[in-house]
Protein backbone atom coordinates (compact mmCIF):
# COMPACT_ATOMS: atom_id res chain seq x y z
CA UNK A 1 0.00 0.00 0.00
CA UNK A 2 2.33 2.56 0.84
CA UNK A 3 0.12 5.40 1.91
CA UNK A 4 -0.22 6.78 5.07
CA UNK A 5 -3.87 7.05 5.85
CA UNK A 6 -5.31 8.37 8.83
CA UNK A 7 -8.52 6.39 10.27
CA UNK A 8 -11.33 8.73 12.60
CA UNK A 9 -13.63 6.90 14.29
CA UNK A 10 -15.86 8.69 16.55
CA UNK A 11 -17.29 6.85 19.58
CA UNK A 12 -19.64 7.58 22.39
CA UNK A 13 -20.51 5.11 24.77
CA UNK A 14 -22.97 5.38 27.73
CA UNK A 15 -25.11 2.95 29.75
CA UNK A 16 -28.13 1.09 28.85
CA UNK A 17 -27.29 1.64 25.49
CA UNK A 18 -29.15 -1.72 24.87
CA UNK A 19 -31.64 -3.19 21.72
CA UNK A 20 -31.72 -5.85 19.33
CA UNK A 21 -27.69 -7.15 19.72
CA UNK A 22 -27.95 -7.20 23.82
CA UNK A 23 -26.78 -5.28 26.85
CA UNK A 24 -24.50 -2.34 25.83
CA UNK A 25 -24.95 -3.35 21.86
CA UNK A 26 -23.34 0.03 21.28
CA UNK A 27 -19.86 -0.36 22.80
CA UNK A 28 -20.05 -4.58 21.59
CA UNK A 29 -20.69 -3.90 18.17
CA UNK A 30 -18.17 -1.22 18.01
CA UNK A 31 -15.10 -3.45 19.75
CA UNK A 32 -15.81 -6.22 17.38
CA UNK A 33 -15.84 -4.05 14.11
CA UNK A 34 -12.69 -2.20 15.56
CA UNK A 35 -10.95 -5.28 16.64
CA UNK A 36 -11.86 -6.51 12.51
CA UNK A 37 -10.70 -3.01 11.49
CA UNK A 38 -7.00 -3.53 12.67
CA UNK A 39 -6.78 -7.12 11.67
CA UNK A 40 -7.12 -5.87 7.67
CA UNK A 41 -4.13 -3.41 7.94
CA UNK A 42 -1.35 -5.87 7.37
CA UNK A 43 0.94 -2.78 8.90
CA UNK A 44 0.61 -0.98 11.42
CA UNK A 45 2.78 1.76 10.44
CA UNK A 46 0.81 2.15 7.49
CA UNK A 47 -2.22 3.80 9.46
CA UNK A 48 -2.57 6.55 12.11
CA UNK A 49 -5.50 5.37 13.82
CA UNK A 50 -7.41 8.34 15.77
CA UNK A 51 -10.83 8.06 18.04
CA UNK A 52 -12.68 10.33 19.67
CA UNK A 53 -14.29 9.74 22.43
CA UNK A 54 -17.34 11.38 22.87
CA UNK A 55 -18.09 12.15 26.62
CA UNK A 56 -18.52 8.21 27.14
CA UNK A 57 -19.31 7.20 30.96
CA UNK A 58 -19.42 3.35 30.21
CA UNK A 59 -17.52 0.98 32.29
CA UNK A 60 -17.34 -3.05 31.46
CA UNK A 61 -15.10 -4.92 33.75
CA UNK A 62 -15.24 -8.68 33.96
CA UNK A 63 -12.57 -11.90 34.89
CA UNK A 64 -10.99 -11.42 31.89
CA UNK A 65 -10.27 -8.31 31.02
CA UNK A 66 -10.95 -4.65 33.79
CA UNK A 67 -12.35 -2.16 31.62
CA UNK A 68 -13.25 -3.42 28.45
CA UNK A 69 -14.02 0.30 27.45
CA UNK A 70 -11.23 2.03 27.76
CA UNK A 71 -8.94 -1.06 26.00
CA UNK A 72 -10.93 -0.02 23.41
CA UNK A 73 -9.90 3.22 23.75
CA UNK A 74 -6.40 2.13 24.36
CA UNK A 75 -6.40 1.34 20.61
CA UNK A 76 -5.79 4.48 19.25
CA UNK A 77 -2.79 6.08 17.57
CA UNK A 78 -4.35 9.51 19.16
CA UNK A 79 -7.03 9.62 21.31
CA UNK A 80 -9.08 12.52 21.66
CA UNK A 81 -11.32 12.71 24.82
CA UNK A 82 -14.28 15.53 25.39
CA UNK A 83 -15.85 15.84 28.38
CA UNK A 84 -19.16 15.60 27.01
CA UNK A 85 -20.86 14.33 23.49
CA UNK A 86 -19.88 17.21 21.18
CA UNK A 87 -22.25 15.00 17.99
CA UNK A 88 -20.75 13.34 14.83
CA UNK A 89 -19.57 16.28 13.04
CA UNK A 90 -17.65 17.92 15.56
CA UNK A 91 -15.83 14.74 16.57
CA UNK A 92 -14.90 14.21 13.34
CA UNK A 93 -13.60 18.05 12.58
CA UNK A 94 -11.74 17.50 15.63
CA UNK A 95 -10.00 14.41 14.47
CA UNK A 96 -9.29 15.74 11.20
CA UNK A 97 -7.27 19.06 13.15
CA UNK A 98 -5.45 16.03 14.12
CA UNK A 99 -4.48 14.07 11.10
CA UNK A 100 -1.10 13.71 9.79
CA UNK A 101 -2.30 11.34 6.70
CA UNK A 102 -1.84 11.70 3.14
CA UNK A 103 -5.63 10.34 3.09
CA UNK A 104 -8.29 10.68 5.69
CA UNK A 105 -10.73 7.81 5.55
CA UNK A 106 -13.74 7.99 8.15
CA UNK A 107 -15.22 5.22 8.97
CA UNK A 108 -18.50 4.89 11.86
CA UNK A 109 -17.80 1.73 14.66
CA UNK A 110 -20.58 0.23 13.19
CA UNK A 111 -19.11 -0.77 10.26
CA UNK A 112 -17.61 -4.89 9.31
CA UNK A 113 -15.06 -3.99 7.09
CA UNK A 114 -13.36 -7.42 4.95
CA UNK A 115 -9.75 -8.01 4.00
CA UNK A 116 -9.67 -6.28 0.61
CA UNK A 117 -11.69 -3.17 1.50
CA UNK A 118 -8.45 -0.80 1.79
CA UNK A 119 -7.22 -2.28 -1.90
CA UNK A 120 -10.66 -1.38 -3.46
CA UNK A 121 -10.37 1.54 -2.38
CA UNK A 122 -7.36 2.62 -3.87
CA UNK A 123 -8.02 0.81 -7.29
CA UNK A 124 -10.52 4.02 -7.33
CA UNK A 125 -7.71 6.29 -6.99
CA UNK A 126 -5.26 3.99 -9.37
CA UNK A 127 -8.37 4.67 -11.72
CA UNK A 128 -8.74 7.94 -11.66
CA UNK A 129 -8.02 8.95 -15.53
CA UNK A 130 -10.95 6.91 -16.56
CA UNK A 131 -13.27 9.31 -14.23
CA UNK A 132 -15.38 12.02 -15.67
CA UNK A 133 -14.36 13.73 -12.82
CA UNK A 134 -11.86 14.20 -10.21
CA UNK A 135 -12.17 12.03 -6.93
CA UNK A 136 -13.59 13.95 -4.18
CA UNK A 137 -14.38 10.78 -1.93
CA UNK A 138 -14.36 7.08 -2.33
CA UNK A 139 -16.83 4.53 -0.69
CA UNK A 140 -16.88 0.62 -0.63
CA UNK A 141 -20.50 -1.03 -1.67
CA UNK A 142 -22.62 -2.15 1.24
CA UNK A 143 -23.79 -5.82 1.81
CA UNK A 144 -27.56 -5.92 0.98
CA UNK A 145 -30.08 -8.61 2.04
CA UNK A 146 -31.24 -8.80 -1.56
CA UNK A 147 -27.89 -10.86 -2.45
CA UNK A 148 -26.40 -12.09 0.59
CA UNK A 149 -29.33 -14.43 1.40
CA UNK A 150 -26.92 -16.98 3.49
CA UNK A 151 -26.77 -14.19 6.18
CA UNK A 152 -30.53 -13.87 7.00
CA UNK A 153 -32.51 -14.11 9.99
CA UNK A 154 -36.26 -15.84 10.69
CA UNK A 155 -36.86 -12.27 9.85
CA UNK A 156 -35.48 -11.54 6.46
CA UNK A 157 -33.30 -9.60 8.09
CA UNK A 158 -29.71 -9.58 8.06
CA UNK A 159 -27.51 -11.31 10.82
CA UNK A 160 -24.95 -9.92 12.05
CA UNK A 161 -23.31 -13.00 13.03
CA UNK A 162 -23.97 -14.63 10.15
CA UNK A 163 -21.85 -11.70 8.22
CA UNK A 164 -19.01 -11.52 10.70
CA UNK A 165 -18.57 -15.54 10.22
CA UNK A 166 -18.15 -14.89 5.94
CA UNK A 167 -15.10 -15.32 4.27
CA UNK A 168 -14.54 -12.82 1.42
CA UNK A 169 -14.69 -15.14 -1.39
CA UNK A 170 -18.35 -15.64 -0.31
CA UNK A 171 -19.40 -12.37 -0.22
CA UNK A 172 -21.72 -11.25 -3.48
CA UNK A 173 -20.10 -8.85 -5.54
CA UNK A 174 -21.90 -7.27 -8.36
CA UNK A 175 -20.46 -4.91 -11.02
CA UNK A 176 -17.40 -5.75 -10.00
CA UNK A 177 -15.32 -3.49 -12.65
CA UNK A 178 -17.32 -0.80 -12.32
CA UNK A 179 -17.19 2.61 -10.46
CA UNK A 180 -20.38 4.28 -9.56
CA UNK A 181 -20.25 8.08 -9.39
CA UNK A 182 -22.27 10.19 -6.99
CA UNK A 183 -22.31 7.33 -4.18
CA UNK A 184 -23.91 8.73 -1.04
CA UNK A 185 -22.62 6.09 1.90
CA UNK A 186 -21.73 8.56 5.15
CA UNK A 187 -20.68 5.78 6.90
CA UNK A 188 -16.84 5.15 5.68
CA UNK A 189 -15.55 7.51 3.35
CA UNK A 190 -11.72 8.18 2.19
CA UNK A 191 -10.69 11.63 0.76
CA UNK A 192 -6.88 12.55 0.26
CA UNK A 193 -5.80 15.54 2.95
CA UNK A 194 -4.45 17.70 0.57
CA UNK A 195 -8.19 18.40 -0.74
CA UNK A 196 -9.68 18.28 3.02
CA UNK A 197 -6.85 20.83 3.59
CA UNK A 198 -8.33 22.91 0.89
CA UNK A 199 -11.83 22.70 1.69
CA UNK A 200 -10.91 23.62 5.41
CA UNK A 201 -9.34 26.77 4.53
CA UNK A 202 -11.71 28.14 2.18
CA UNK A 203 -15.13 27.45 3.92
CA UNK A 204 -13.19 26.94 7.18
CA UNK A 205 -14.46 23.68 8.59
CA UNK A 206 -14.46 20.58 6.98
CA UNK A 207 -18.32 19.23 8.38
CA UNK A 208 -20.36 22.30 8.96
CA UNK A 209 -21.62 21.76 12.53
CA UNK A 210 -24.75 23.57 12.23
CA UNK A 211 -26.14 20.22 12.28
CA UNK A 212 -26.24 19.14 15.22
CA UNK A 213 -25.19 15.91 16.99
CA UNK A 214 -25.87 13.58 13.70
CA UNK A 215 -27.58 13.52 10.27
CA UNK A 216 -27.19 15.52 7.17
CA UNK A 217 -23.85 16.41 7.72
CA UNK A 218 -22.36 13.79 5.22
CA UNK A 219 -24.61 15.26 2.20
CA UNK A 220 -23.76 18.79 2.93
CA UNK A 221 -20.20 17.56 2.55
CA UNK A 222 -21.17 15.95 -0.75
CA UNK A 223 -22.92 18.99 -2.74
CA UNK A 224 -19.77 21.47 -1.29
CA UNK A 225 -17.43 18.59 -3.23
CA UNK A 226 -19.70 18.46 -6.64
CA UNK A 227 -20.10 22.65 -6.46
CA UNK A 228 -16.30 22.18 -6.19
CA UNK A 229 -15.86 20.24 -9.73
CA UNK A 230 -15.15 16.67 -8.09
CA UNK A 231 -17.25 13.96 -7.39
CA UNK A 232 -18.10 10.86 -4.87
CA UNK A 233 -16.96 7.10 -6.33
CA UNK A 234 -18.44 3.81 -4.94
CA UNK A 235 -16.31 0.60 -5.74
CA UNK A 236 -17.63 -2.53 -6.11
CA UNK A 237 -14.48 -4.53 -5.43
CA UNK A 238 -15.16 -4.82 -1.72
CA UNK A 239 -18.71 -4.50 0.63
CA UNK A 240 -18.83 -3.90 4.11
CA UNK A 241 -21.66 -4.29 6.64
CA UNK A 242 -22.94 -1.27 8.30
CA UNK A 243 -25.29 -2.40 11.15
CA UNK A 244 -27.19 0.90 11.78
CA UNK A 245 -28.85 3.64 14.39
CA UNK A 246 -26.23 1.95 16.97
CA UNK A 247 -25.35 5.30 18.31
CA UNK A 248 -28.12 7.87 16.65
CA UNK A 249 -30.68 6.02 18.06
CA UNK A 250 -29.32 6.03 22.00
CA UNK A 251 -29.95 10.18 21.75
CA UNK A 252 -32.13 11.46 24.24
CA UNK A 253 -34.98 13.06 22.01
CA UNK A 254 -33.48 12.31 18.74
CA UNK A 255 -35.85 13.72 16.76
CA UNK A 256 -35.36 17.30 18.30
CA UNK A 257 -31.83 17.06 15.98
CA UNK A 258 -32.18 14.62 12.87
CA UNK A 259 -35.62 17.00 12.32
CA UNK A 260 -33.99 20.15 12.84
CA UNK A 261 -31.29 19.25 10.57
CA UNK A 262 -33.26 18.08 7.70
CA UNK A 263 -34.86 21.39 7.82
CA UNK A 264 -31.47 23.46 7.90
CA UNK A 265 -30.34 21.40 5.22
CA UNK A 266 -33.04 22.07 3.16
CA UNK A 267 -32.95 25.74 4.00
CA UNK A 268 -29.04 25.71 3.06
CA UNK A 269 -29.50 23.35 -0.76
CA UNK A 270 -32.93 23.89 -1.88
CA UNK A 271 -32.58 24.39 -5.56
CA UNK A 272 -28.64 24.18 -5.32
CA UNK A 273 -28.26 20.40 -5.35
CA UNK A 274 -25.80 18.26 -7.77
Not at 16 to 23: A, E, F, V
Request: proline share 2%; charged share 30%.
Amino acid sequence: MNKKISIIIPSWFEKNQHGHYGQNETFVIADITLNRLLETIKDRNDIELIIIDNGSTLKINDLEQKDKVQQYFNKADILIRNKENKGFGPAVNQGIARASGEYIIQINNDVLVFPNWLNAIFNVYEREKELSRPIGMVMPNIIKKEYQKNCLNERARLDFNKVFALKEEEVVLHHKEIIEPHAQFGSLWCIKKELVDRIVKEDRFFFDEQFEKAFKEDRDIYQRLYLRGFDTYRTNLSRVYHVGNLTVTKLKDRKQYTDANKEKYEKKWRGKEM
